[in-house]
């Protein structure tokens, strides 16, 4: 599967999404960089936080991956990329990836953020390759959110780090 065959989500593909966000977080029980069981992630998102998102982009019908798009400060933020397991290491994560780039520019965006755990192989050093480099010192919405994801419990699965590329047109 290649970026041709990435849509933007419609209203048929929310129902599938949280069940695919779950099935994705099984992949980091086992990931080296975790301290804990994916049990320990906070739910997937509910079809109103689907529904309500920026931006959605998915793979695949049903979905096998998506990519959910929000706003910081004005800035695209890629709130989640799930791709399921049995889809898992065949170039989705990074087609979705650039399909959310390509769909942020198009968007008159200068930038995308994210916030990942960052020494899972598949998260910081994936979205190093894909042109993020970490934020070594968030501020303003984006330092809102990490210490949300600390409230929420997720720095004691793992580290997080804060990540932006610059959208270069």
Known sequence: MDARSIREAAPGDLPFLPALEEASDTLLGAAAGM???PADLPPAATLPEFAAARGLLVAGWPPVGFARLEELEGQAHLEQLSVHPDAAGAGLGRALVEAALDWARKQGYVSMTLCTFRDVP???PFY????FDVVPAPDG???ELRQHEISLGLDSLGRRVAMRAPLRR
């Open 141 to 143: 919405e984006l330092a």
């Open 35 to 37: 301290r804990s069981a």
């Open 122 to 124: 598949f998260n910081a």
């Open 128 to 131: 190093a390759s894909c042109g």
